[in-house]
């Protein structure tokens, strides 16, 4: 049984088609990136999951059952948009929600304690939500989300706002949600956390299915056809290059996509070699930072060309 | 519909509320300023009257000097001066007014009162009132009427009224019962606006903090709505309990007070003039029978749920502060427009206009329970306005927890009327 499985989910608002066909499954016990441009539909998918909005049709189902307000407690969801009350202590505001998915008064204050304490947050407990920095009360969220132990997680951007060494613990206590067997939905923007984190992804856009599978096996299907290279001394060779793509440069190094044939890499360390001193060349499989960007202006010029009836 | 959830959100919003700083001020300073708004126009008035005013009267045909001085000799004195005189004593305010009396009192010629303005309504009524009484005494002197005669005409008339109900012939208390009306409808009025304006804000509150997202990814929009609704309700009667409390033991305490200051004020103007003014009217306190209660609450609670459902609606719309100005105004007219006819339905509250307004559900609350307790309604009027209501308070409510669903994730612009019709049906 899937922990989730998502069947041809439609949903429009008036004439704007929110998502369109969107079908994947993730699998029990993984970290699944949901991944998308701004506006690509990503949070209509996620309220519809959550049962937050009814799909047009489809269907949607949380360990092999529909979902449904009774499923509801199932999900533990942290939107990208925090909310809290702040004039409500801290331990009220875990309380009330802890309640609301259906745990007792006393479990919901005794789990929170242990959690605000898991996050070194013990002092908090009585400090107003508005008293806290951002990083605080994102901490407060992320325990109101994970409170009633849901099976799966929903995680829109959960580290926005915290610190490195916050950031950090998070990502540990992640993964130890993940080996007690939750399974995790992860949305964010910052790639550098899907390729840390995540076993599978799917990437949409405007309401559709760009490309699913395994990080591993999406990367292997760009083939190693992009290069690193590291050099000490100017990079003004690097605009002499023709028919390449040059995805970052910075100082001393440079990421660059061939587009052919193994020729190109050999001009490339020929021209690189009589400019600069060449510390590393290096073949690699692009980034999924890489993977998100082509992917995404390749259907959006697609489209455009199609709207002009140039295709 | 999830009753657990429902409750969880009831006692949230419930206790939160009643354990607010904002509660216990509203809950003791309320009862607080609506004494001071009682007592201190009373006490002002007394002090005001401390200040004695004289009044210099230049009656050469001594008509009804004498009878004025005699009357109240603290505000009135004889005086032969010239008018010229009294008019410099007047600018550098050694006297405030003086009156000069006509030669002859019998016909049209006018009595004059002059001062140098602003001497305040009642200072111009208490020396209308002497000068009056004087005058009609005197033309009936002149007339040969003798002082017992005299005495007759100004003796009080003792009237009542009673009630002929099935009980047999009983007090009628309806002149009280009136008043208790009006304080009734207007309770309501204000408890509805008031209430319901928490509703909205709190709707608008989680959905500019984003709180909402959280709360509907664990209950369905319509039990937020229906459990905010009703912890705000618990939380208004529990201060309409207090309120009620509070009062009575504030009276219960200022009563004696405000007895003994009304007491010696009556003896300082014990001699003055009095021969115009009846008594005041017997005015008990009428019992207020549980029937009018039990209508009362009815009235309160579906007028209450009925009009913060809409504003519940109005706020998932908006999304900011100032939007709900604009939006609110199509719930806050038939709020007010009970209010502009409350006078005629208490002068006549078994008219047509009465019966016709107060079967229309969005005043019924109002009107309705002015109505039972100034008159006897007829059977078929409370059970038809009931039913009117209770299907108008289903229907809001359905209503507003489509739109509120909708609005709630709508971010971005304020809905307009167009949108909200289009979310209710929305599938």
Redesign the interface.
């Known amino acids: 049984m899937k922990a989730l499985e998502i069947k041809h989910l439609r949903k429009h608002y008036g004439s704007f088609v929110a998502t369109d066909d969107v079908s994947f499954e993730v699998d029990k016990g993984r970290i699944f990136g949901l991944l998308g441009p701004n506006g690509a539909g990503k949070t209509t998918l996620i309220r519809m999951i959550t049962n937050i909005l009814i799909p047009d049709s489809g269907e949607i189902l949380l360990l092999g059952e529909n979902v449904s307000s009774s499923q509801q407690s199932k999900i533990g969801y942290l939107p990208e948009e925090r909310g809290l009350y702040k004039r409500l202590k801290v331990i009220e505001q875990i309380r009330y929600f802890g309640e609301l998915k259906g745990l007792s008064t006393r479990e919901a204050i005794s789990r929170g304690r242990a959690w605000l304490k898991r996050l070194n947050a013990e002092d908090w407990e009585n400090k107003k939500v508005q008293e806290l920095s951002k990083g605080m009360s994102q901490k407060v969220q992320f325990i109101a989300t994970v409170l009633h132990h849901p099976p799966l997680l929903i995680l829109d951007e959960p580290f926005s706002g915290l610190d490195p060494v916050n950031a950090e613990l998070m990502i540990n206590v992640i993964r130890e949600l993940q080996q007690t067997g939750v399974t995790v939905i992860l949305s964010t923007h910052v790639m550098e956390q899907v390729e840390k984190l995540c076993d599978d992804i799917v990437l949409i856009n405007k309401g559709r299915i760009l490309l699913s599978g395994s990080v591993r096996e999406v990367k292997s299907r760009y083939g190693r056809d992009t290069v690193v290279l590291e050099f000490d001394g100017s990079d003004a060779f690097l605009d002499e290059l023709s028919d390449v793509r040059i995805l970052s440069r910075s100082a001393g190094r440079a990421e660059i996509r061939l587009s052919g044939d193994k020729d190109q890499a050999n001009a490339i360390i020929q021209k690189a070699m009589q400019h600069t001193q060449l510390i590393r060349f290096e073949f690699v499989e692009p980034s999924l930072h890489e993977i998100f960007i082509s992917e995404v202006n390749a259907q959006n010029a697609g489209e455009k060309g199609g709207d002009n009836g140039s295709h | 519909m999830?009753l657990?959830?429902v409750g969880?959100?009831i006692r949230?919003e419930f206790l939160?509320r009643i354990r607010?700083k904002a509660f216990l001020i509203a809950t003791l300073l309320a009862p607080v300023g609506m004494l001071v708004l009682i007592v201190v126009p009373i006490i002002s008035t007394m002090l005001t009257e401390e200040t004695a005013k004289t009044v210099a009267v230049r009656d050469p045909q001594h008509h009804i000097d004498q009878l004025l001085v005699k009357n109240d000799s603290a505000m009135f004195f004889s005086t032969m001066l010239s008018v010229d005189s009294l008019k410099s004593l007047v600018k550098n305010k050694t006297i405030a007014a003086y009156v000069v009396v006509p030669e002859r009192v019998d016909g049209s010629d006018t009595t004059t009162l002059y001062s140098s303005g602003g001497g305040g309504l009642m200072f111009y009524g208490k020396v209308e009132d002497a000068v009056k009484a004087a005058v009609r005494r005197q033309r009936l002197y002149d007339r040969g009427a003798d002082t017992s005669m005299i005495s007759v005409l100004n003796q009080e008339v003792s009237y009542t009224t009673k009630k002929v109900s099935d009980k047999g012939v009983e007090k009628d208390s309806g002149e009280a019962l009136a008043v208790v009306g009006y304080i009734l409808g207007f309770m309501i009025y204000m408890m509805m606006f008031i209430y319901g304006g928490v509703v909205m804000r709190a709707v608008l509150e989680?959905k500019t903090?984003?709180?909402?997202?959280?709360?509907?990814?664990?209950?369905?929009p319509f039990e937020i709505m229906l459990g905010k609704i009703a912890g705000v309700g618990a939380m208004g009667l529990v201060q309409i309990v207090l309120w009620i409390g509070l009062s009575m033991m504030m009276t219960t305490f200022a009563a004696p007070l405000l007895r003994d200051l009304m007491h010696a004020n009556a003896q300082a103007t014990a001699h003055g003039v009095q021969a115009a003014q009846g008594g005041m009217p017997d005015f008990a306190i009428p019992s207020i029978s549980p029937w009018i209660i039990i209508m009362f609450v009815f009235y309160f609670l579906s007028g209450y749920f009925l009009y913060a459902s809409l504003f519940a609606a109005v706020a998932a719309g908006a999304d900011q502060e100032q939007d709900m100005q604009s939006l609110q105004l199509p719930i806050t007219l038939p709020l007010i427009i009970p209010m502009l006819f409350i006078g005629n339905i208490i002068s006549n509250p078994d008219g047509t206009m009465a019966v016709v307004l107060s079967m229309i559900p969005l005043f019924t609350p109002v009107l309705m329970i002015v109505r039972i307790a100034a008159t006897q309604v007829p059977l078929w009027q409370i059970v038809g306005s009931t039913v009117l209501l209770v299907a108008t308070f289903l229907g809001a409510v359905w209503a507003a927890g489509r739109i509120y669903r909708v609005g709630i994730?709508s971010y971005g612009k304020k809905a307009s009327y167009g949108d909200m019709l289009r979310w209710l049906f929305r599938?």
């Open positions: 999830d657990t959830k969880v959100i949230h939160t607010s989680e903090n984003r709180i909402v997202e959280i709360i509907a990814s664990s209950a369905k994730l599938a």
